[in-house]
């Protein structure tokens, strides 16, 4: 069954404990944080404190989302800080450097993904894959939340799915940008195996119900 990941990005961050908490009661797997900084995209967001304060209040796995320049310099503090999975960009480093901060995630014990923008080709994610638990593709441009669906991400994530079956490797497809019930669907038909969503899911009232529909229950 497809995993489900709300983004606290669209969350109510005067309530945000209160929100977490509903949203692990409603059964999502994951906890999506989206860390911003201004550089690498066009908004801010949140830093190391809070994903530290986050990890406090729930048991839910931390999947921190480094939208950042040079992530290298602050991954051990997001792990230090409580994430279970970090994500990086592969635009927003050397490779050298996303070699290094992929080694370093899981020599500490930590699910290692690499994300990529709608326009990078998929071909430059091949030389890392074996290093890989996580592969996000992004649905939308990365940078705000509230955005529309591209359509034409689905037949990526298809020929993902298809290369990663191909090479015996196990590690998830992640989609982000503009989820919702009819697009999960079509995500998840294309390969899919864990859905971001935060508009979705923290719009809602019934967390679970709006996590459950996601899933196509």
């Given amino acids: 069954m497809v995993k489900i990941a709300p983004s606290i990005l669209s969350a109510d961050f005067a309530n945000l404990e209160k929100d977490i908490r509903s949203v692990e009661k409603g059964g999502a797997e994951y906890l999506h944080i989206d860390v911003m900084d201004g550089i690498f995209v066009p908004n801010i ?6 994903v530290k304060s986050i990890r406090k209040v729930t048991d ?9 320049d040079r992530p290298i310099r602050f991954v ?3 792990i230090e800080a409580g994430a279970d999975r970090v994500t990086l960009h592969l635009e927003a480093d050397s490779q050298e450097n ?16 690499l994300s990529i923008k709608p326009k990078t080709p998929l071909e430059e994610l091949f030389p890392y894959l074996d290093l890989l638990d996580i ?7 990365p940078g705000f939340g509230g955005q529309e669906f591209m359509p034409d991400q689905l037949p990526r994530i298809a020929g993902l799915k298809a290369l990663l079956a191909r090479k015996g ?10 989820i919702n019930s009819e697009t999960a669907r079509l995500c998840i038909g294309a390969g899919a195996d864990v859905l971001i ?11 679970g ?3 459950k529909q996601l899933r196509g229950i």
């Avoid at 592969?135 to 441009?141: C, G, I, S």
Wanted: proline content about 2%; charged content about 15%; glycine content about 10%.
């Fill in 135 to 141: 592969v996000l593709v992004m649905t939308v441009e």
């Fill in 197 to 207: 969503s935060g508009n979705t899911i923290f719009s809602s009232s019934d967390r």
């Fill in 60 to 68: 839910l796995q931390l999947d921190v989302h480094l939208m950042i």
């Fill in 98 to 113: 996303i070699f290094s901060s992929l080694g370093l995630i899981r020599s500490l014990g930590k699910k290692a993904g």
């Fill in 76 to 78: 051990k503090d997001f």
């Fill in 45 to 50: 967001t949140i830093g190391v404190p809070v």
């Fill in 209 to 211: 119900a709006a996590i």
């Fill in 169 to 178: 490797l196990s590690c998830e497809i992640a989609v982000d940008g503009g």
